[in-house]
């Protein structure tokens, strides 16, 4: 009752009155009141859009002020101290590791700014997930970085707020939120119901209620502190939740809460008592845990044994396997308990998937203390919750990115993660959720033995993985981690340790390949990329951050428990696949979580934690197991490469290269290629090197024999599975990145492998070197930084221009001492991605050695590098290089090269040679007697006699048993034994005995040399610690498996080959071969080494044979007498015994094609050259007609027609009526003239708001203007033949010069139509590329038939009299224009001329009153004339001082341009009563029979003489006599004098006027007085002062000038001045008329030079004199007389007139050449106006904004906004301003872009960093400075014209931009 009479009231006398009640000590009846009131207003059962709510609550909060009001005074008291301004996606901020204390910590602009952050590492970047303000926070970053505000911490002063301001919003808030609360209640309806589902409507409504919380948490510190009160007040949530018990709504409202809990399988607590068990009810979610008990078990250890147990077996036939886990505390899954209104809002946040309100909201009570602690634990126990509802989610990336932007927050601070781990069980938390994450889709592992195996997999294929729904989950996780105090905890709980280790399991051995052996896989699946971004974050980054905790001594426990656990969980790995000790074939997986875990705990912990490695390693036979996976994946990177996985797609090659890639390698490779050292260290030599032949199939190969069989290889693949097993186990003998490398060490090494490669920018240098992968440490390992390591190691090349070229980047590239020295061709094979990298190394190394001299003859081989010593841990890798097995390996390889077997190579060689030299390099410590003869009894191996290759190097073998093929050479037909040999080199006696026939039985080890038996026998040896039935316990390999090759292979049979060598023999022989001659090395050659041990370093094979050898003898007395032995004894130069014929053949063979390498080589230079003679003459042509005529005398005029070559069809042959040829041409609107100014000085670009560009000052204003003018007072088809139009948007036509017939051309042209390749132009519009020189064009232009007699008449001497000229002219005018024959020419020209008019747009073209008239059509053809002659100025840089052809001449085509447009206007005859012709040639009898209505005929005065000289061109007939040319350029020049002398009398003062006026009259009578500016002069003045009103007007102005005196001399200048623009114009089309050349002269001589040119001035004799322009007039009639009549033309207009005809009488005819505006030297200048500035037109921030670089305008890309006809801003701009090219630079992206008509392209930035480096889309966002010279490229191509032809990628645009 009482509440309907309040709503009544006025809402802020209520809010007022209420107030005061409450303020008394008897408070209850406002309570009641207020309560009754807010029961009514706030009722959820109206609907939320009704926003009187609202209006209520924001008066009575605010107690009968006004709410602004409220707010003011409210946010006086503002005590925060943090800013915490909150931002969503898109936002930009900073980021300033100088700074930061966390690596997350990021800045608003604003604070960033105020704060000072100068010499810092900071960058700009745009968030991605959204963010909010660290500033004033101190656990997040360093007090120094602050603002200026949050530095003094300003709120820590501000007094407490009244309790009367407190008392209302207390009271009213809560009501309010459970209000929302009720809504979301109401509004929510399960995904799996009926019913449309629309979570978004109900927010909508809901908008502005949560909108009004937002603005609450916007006034501050003290209303957060209330809102926090609130939210987090159990009683107040208990009173209000539930409603009261009359309430039916409320209670209906609540039992709906109850069931969205429970559908969501959570059960509230109370639900949980009442059923008494505390198993959870399965709710409608599958995916729910099944739990088993609920009470938590006793002993952790003993619990998780069992519970593996169970995961194991419980393991279904299904494709898609459910594991039931025991977590240590059921309820983390399913239990939810809300006490708080904090907590059901978060709750129905996560339920509407994080509305992005209701998450800025909630982020932005943050800077509350009390409600961060709260709200994080409250996070906490939502999460399983959270993560839940996320793989439920359609939209799971936009959910991914706000779930982030709240707990990148919460977990960033390292006090809050220690406190909720401690009180919350977060890790318990974390760990189950991702456990259970993963649960949800996991399959049957197929590694190995498929059908029994129990080990299960994550399935790469399912959505969870694919689109990395993980991801937030994750990062979170690796969040937490980097704190030290949550890791610890992590580390010392083995329960969760091995939790963890059970997740990583999922994740061994997941996306296996299987080798496809029949046919090409139909179907590539590109799962493999979802497998590896697995890999890093859910394994490798924890365990990168768990190890930057296990740095230190104090440490140890932690790394061994992982340890401990890893090798257990290997093991049950081991079981669960099924594995003993042999691979199933022809699979491989590249994902070895476990493995690679254990190999970087071990390492950390020998190198940073002083552990003893034995104490880590598991017994032999677990060492064996362990070694065999990374194994295969090594020798599977050699099998992809060798094409043998080729039927398995593309893909496999892409999990080849991902696995070394930059960004995987040390999380991958790296810490395989370890673990395989550790084994090497740790097995029997013998065993690992014959397990890696083994593994890389290639044993067959290893025989002396020189023909076998490989079972397992075809022949083409054995070359490089034999390159890459001995490339491998050299990177495994000499990498030491683990083994004893300190960090800068390694940093340098990755550093330099990058920089040999390709030279390198810096960003992609930082991109390329893998750095420690925990996102946290954001910094490269090593204590010195990037930036120093660069300097040492690298020179910088700045970026540097060719115009035309491509944009170069600033590039890193090596210096010289680092060619020399630290270059390391194993790293580069170990870092490349692609194998043309180590090519691209090798060339670049070559390029160094030749032109520092070090080796010029030949391609010098990968230089040998000194290795960093091993750490005493690793000393039993030695062994590798020491054992018999490896030797006989190396003594097999160099026998099998010298005699040139097939498949050996040059990589082949220099690999055997770098295993020896690393043995040499690398002694084992134990033999001692190395010099002693070896004792034969201990020999019991048939090889060496014993392991130390010192030793081994000069041991001879004599005689060797092979098995070979029966066909094959080596079998002997006579079975003989051999004879014996010495006893201390023999080979099969134990003892000197004679080999007696029954030598089978004598030599127990004249086995076949057979590594696998050999690997058997050791493996045995080891398991069964029994040698001596070992050798008969060789199991039989099962063949099943092998690949039998059609046709059954020839019987094998034993033979026994002669050999009698030693390896040291062999690398001599070896020698004498590369240097292909005998005796290569002398006797003595060794004591000259001794000389200069420096030479070997760099340099082919023989260089690396000299420093073996000599290293050899350096070391052991025993092999430097064998060297000198072998040495002394002369070879005869025989080839060796038994050379089979097979490999002669291949010699022959590889010779063949050698030579046929040679011919294609020959042939490829011959016709490079071919081509380039040709294109050298095609640029050559400049203007086709002038060439040919050039030379012809002045008597013999030879009729020679002008020869064209066809770029199609290849002929030459004139251009004819019927078959014309054409010049390929390109027609562009441009507006370039038009935006010229007056002054030199580019525009600047505005940065603020006070500046601004003003476009009234360009040449195409000035020009729009006068000719409006003129139109508003003369006859109209007079006023379209006194200017020139096409400063903006006149037709520009330039050529590439080539020349084709034009049937030719239309053929070219259908058939570029039928193509079907994604052309960067349109073939509809005409577009094509020459087919010569691919340049862009659109046209062709006919070329004219006929004789090139025209050039002749300039040589004749023009002996005619100037007024018989005149005459000549003014018949030849008289003339009516022909209409041309229809042929093919005419046809094709009129096509021309319809491109020519459709190029530009109808309004660049329409200038008449009355559009498409023939005036208007005239008009608009000899401006195109005009246009192309002064662009061609313009490139020619604005005057024509340097003479000569520009390289715009060489586009231009004036010529037959000129042809072609005068054919056409030709077609327009001039009415004779109108001809100026007369009117400049002749006093005229005054004319007074001019109509009154009709309007005046534009004075001569006003006209524009070269618009003159064109149209007078044009229209007579072709080709014209030279003289009459001469003829109209001296008429026309008189007629300019006397304009300048007009123009320049109006910029006297009157005084000076009436002076001048007075001295030229007293010349008039002088004999000259034609020819003198001051009588000419004097006459003008005098003339138009006849009307008072001419000169008049200026009187109020002062003049400009008036202070200086006008001397002879600068009213010479001035007038020169005036008159060089025409003169310049009629130079430069006698040019191309007639081919004359342009002589070039210095600037202040140009006027004379130029009327030399023109024959106005006869060649003065002494060119000392002052020139006076005045002695060019030639006059044909009074000169005073014809001057009057200009002049009463002027002064002839009424008075109204008069002011105007001033304006057009001075006009301006110079202009400075054209330039983009002016930008600021630094981006974020630009960056900080424009890209928060809002658009002019639809007053929106844009997305995309940009900038139009020619005249400033702010434009949205793309924006729909701004949409016109269906044309979007950008390209509706271009249009206008440009016609149709743009310049745009993009404020988001710093690049520019360009469009051109239909198309567009990324022209590239103007802005580089430090480094020389464009930033595209400012992803890195470092500071950018103005790049000039880029600027001037920009600049340059927009004046010449050649965006089309420079920028190669362009496409079309479709209006879209």
Known sequence: MMAALLIRRDKKSTAAHLKADLNRTDNSSGVRQLQELLDCVLNPEKTAADTEALDWCKCLIAGGEGFEEFCKTFRSYDNATLCGLVWTANFVAYRCRTCGISPCMSLCAECFNNGDHTGHDFNMFRSQAGGACDCGDSNVMRETGFCRRHRLRTGENVPSVPRDLLLMPEMVLPRFIICIIQYLR??????????????????????????FLEELTKMGGAMRTVLTKILTNQQTFKDLSMGQEENVYAKKNYENYLSALKNSGLVSV??????????????????????????????????????????????????????????????????????CFLEELLFWTIKYEFPQKMVTFLLNMLPDQDYKITFTKTFVQHYAFIMKTLMKSHESDTMSNRIVHISVQLFSNEDLARHVTEECQLLDIMVTVLLYMMESCLIKSELQDEENSRHVVVNCSEALLKNNTYWPLVSDFINILSHQSVAKKFLEDHSLLMLWMSFVSFFQGMNLNKRELSEHVEFESQTYYAAFAAELEACAQPMWGLLTHCKVKETQEYTKTVVRYCLETLQIWFDAIGFVD?????????????????????????????????????????????????????????????????????????????????????????????????????????????????????????????????????????????????????????????????????????????????????????????ENPNPKSGIVPGSCSFEEMLSAVADFKAPVFELGGSMQQGMYTPKAEVWEKEFDPIMVILRTVYRRDVQSAMDRYSAFLKQSGMHTTGNPWPPYKERTPLHLCYKGLDRLLHCKTLHIVIFTLLYKIWLDHSNMSEHVLCMVLYLIELGLDNQVQEDKEDEEPCIEEHCHDSWFPGTNLLSNLHHVINYVRVRVPETAPEVKREREPPASTSAEASNFGQNSRRLTGNWRENVREAQVFSLVAERRRKFQEIINRSSTEASQVVRPKSSSTRWVPPGTPPQLVTEILEIHESMLSLLIKLHQKLSAKQNSLSATWLEDMDANPNRHVHGDGITAIERILTKAARRSHQSKRSIQEICGKVFPPVAPKKNSPTAKKTMDKEERRQRARERQQKLLAEFASRQKSFMETAMDVESPDAEAAMDLGASEVKESEVLYDCVICGQSGPSTEDRPTGLVVLLQASSVLGHRCKSDEAKKLPTTDEERIYPADTCGAAHDVRLALMQSFFKDSSCLQSVSIGWDGGVYVQTCGHTLHIDCHKSYMESLRNDQVMQGFSVDKGEFTCPLCRQFANSVLPCRPGRSTEVVSWHMPSNKNTSVLVKEVEDLQEQLGLFPTESNLSKEMELVIKDIKNTTQRKYMDYGKNPGSPDNDFLFMYSVARTNLELELVHRGGNLCSGGASGAAKRSCLNQLFHVLAMHMRLYSIDSAYNPWTRLTQVAPSRDDCLDDERPEVPMLFRDCPSLLIIFVLTMPQPLCKEHFICLVKMLYNLQYTQALAALSAKFSPEERQAWSTSGALKKNAFNAEKSYEALLSHVITE????????????????????????????????????????????????????????????????????????????????????????????????????????????????????????????????????????????????????????????????????????????????????QQGICECVWHSQHCGAATGIFLLINASVIIIIRGHRFCLWGSVYLDAHGEEDRDLRRGKPLFLCVERYKVLEQQWVSHTFDHINKRWGPHYNGL
């Open 582 to 770: 042999e691979l199933a074939p022809n699979q491989v997986t590249f994902h070895l979580p476990l493995h690679r875990y254990y190999a970087m705990f071990l390492s950390k912990a020998v190198k940073c934690q002083g552990l003893d490695l034995e104490s880590l390693l598991p017994d032999q036979e677990m060492l064996m197991r362990i070694m065999v996976h990374p194994l295969q994946i090594q020798a599977s990177l050699s099998e992809i490469h060798s094409n043998m996985w080729v039927r398995n797609g593309l893909q496999i090659k892409g999990q080849a290269m991902t696995y070394v890639q930059s960004h995987f390698c040390n999380s991958m490779i790296d810490p395989d290629i370890f673990l395989l050292q550790v084994c090497a260290s740790r097995l029997d030599p013998d065993y690992f090197i014959s397990s890696v032949f083994e593994r890389f199939k290639v044993v067959d190969l290893l025989t002396m024999a020189s023909v076998h069989q490989n079972t397992v290889l075809d022949g083409e693949q054995e070359r490089p599975m034999l390159e890459g097993a001995l490339t491998f186990l050299v990177i495994l003998s000499s990498l030491r990145i683990h083994l004893g490398m300190s960090d800068d060490e390694i940093l340098r090494a990755e550093m330099v492998s990058q920089l040999c490669m390709n030279d390198r920018t810096h960003s992609s240098l930082l991109d390329l070197i893998p």
């Open 270 to 339: 109370e639900e949980k008592a009442q059923t008494g068990a505390a198993e959870p009810t399965q709710g409608a979610e599958t995916g729910a845990l099944v739990l088993q008990g609920a009470a938590a078990p006793a002993s952790p250890d003993e619990s998780n044994k069992e519970e593996d147990q169970d995961g194991e077996q419980s393991i279904g036939q299904r494709k898609r396997v459910k594991l039931s886990s025991t977590t240590k505390d059921p309820s983390i899954m399913d239990s939810l308990k809300h006490k």
């Open 1584 to 1763: 138009l002062s006849k009307v008072k009103t001419v000169y008049d007007v200026n009187t109020e102005e002062p003049s400009m000038l008036s202070t200086s005196v006008w001397s002879p001399q600068s009213i010479e200048y001035s007038l020169q001045q005036f008159c060089l623009p025409y003169l310049r114009l009629s130079c430069l089309l006698q040019h191309h008329l007639y081919g004359d050349n342009l002589s070039g002269c210095p600037e202040e001589e140009e006027f004379s030079g130029l009327a030399g040119c023109l024959g106005l001035l006869a060649p003065a004799p002494q060119p000392s004199n002052p020139m006076y322009s005045a002695s060019c007039l030639d006059w044909t009639v009074s000169a005073f007389n014809l001057m009057t009549q200009w002049c009463s033309e002027v002064t002839g207009l009424s008075d109204t007139h008069a002011e105007k005809s001033m304006t057009l009488l001075v006009q301006d005819l110079q202009w400075a050449s054209p330039h983009l505006l002016h930008l600021p030297d630094n981006y974020n200048t630009i960056f900080q106006y424009y890209h928060k500035k809002a658009c002019t037109a639809c007053k929106k921030v844009p997305k995309d904004p940009a900038l139009c670089l020619v005249c400033g305008t702010f434009v949205c890309l793309k924006g729909l906004c701004c949409k």
């Open 186 to 211: 109401d509004g929510y309806t399960e995904p799996d119901t009926s019913t449309e589902r629309d979570l978004q409507k109900v927010l909508q409504q809901l908008e502005p209620q949560i909108s």
